[in-house]
């Protein structure tokens, strides 16, 4: 079972409505990530927090608002998305933040995301 | 542009065999570089992680690893129908302070039959 907690698994959202992705981690990870997952495509990195300081953003656009409120707890926002924004949200986390082994993930179980 | 790659599958093999799976990548600088596996509706989990040149053994895993040809492996002893996934090669490559920054391959689907 995955020590990486997200909620909801499903979320069904129209072009304008606002929503909260969320997701927990008792690791003691220092390190947290987004990434996003379409069908049959690999996972793609959205944010990076360290030490609860956003580190990495590529180049997400603004309807995506990440928020870490403590080091166990990661929010994803959701504003005025699009339909090609439904994909599977993984939350992840990693114990080390910096060394050859920074990409040892702890995968969430996802929240799949379908937006009308 | 920083490029994963896989062989494209997918790859059947029967149950028993050696599965073997490729993965080169573009980044001279890249440093460690990870084998996760997906299973179908489900989310990536760590098989292997390896950042020295040679080979690293992990019971019926054995990844490898070569710098100079952009190259890492991850072969399958003893095959088993539950190693039936996709295989993703990711590669951390943005330097000692990347945090999980990974770049991650198409994934290659492997199906092992009885």
């Known amino acids: 079972d995955t020590e990486v907690t997200q909620t909801p698994k499903h979320l069904v959202m129209g072009m304008t409505n606002k929503k909260s992705l969320k997701c927990e981690q008792h690791m003691g990870h220092r390190a947290m990530y987004w990434y996003k997952q379409k069908a049959k495509k690999p996972p793609e990195l959205m944010f990076v927090y360290s030490y609860e300081k956003l580190s990495i953003n590529e180049s997400v656009p603004s309807r995506f608002s990440p928020e870490c409120p403590n080091s166990s707890l990661l929010n994803l926002h959701l504003h005025a998305l699009q339909p090609e924004d439904s994909a599977l949200y993984l939350c992840a986390s990693s114990q080390k933040t910096s060394g050859p082994n920074t990409g040892e993930l702890f995968f969430g179980e996802g929240s799949r995301l379908t937006v009308l | 542009q920083k490029e994963v790659e896989q062989n494209s599958g997918p790859l059947s093999v029967p149950e028993g065999a050696i599965a073997s799976l490729n993965c080169t990548y573009s980044?001279?600088?890249?440093?460690?570089f990870f084998w996760y596996r997906q299973y179908s509706g489900k989310s990536p989990e760590l098989i292997m992680f390896?950042?020295?040149?040679g080979d690293k053994e992990d019971g019926r895993f054995t990844a490898q690893l070569n710098k100079a040809s952009q190259y890492v492996s991850l072969l399958i002893r003893d095959s088993q129908p539950s190693d039936s996934a996709t295989y993703l090669c990711a590669v951390n490559n943005a330097g000692g302070t990347s945090y999980g920054k990974l770049t991650f391959g198409q994934g290659t689907i492997l199906t092992v039959h009885p």
């Open positions: 980044d001279r600088g890249s440093q460690s």
């Open positions: 390896i950042y020295s040149n």
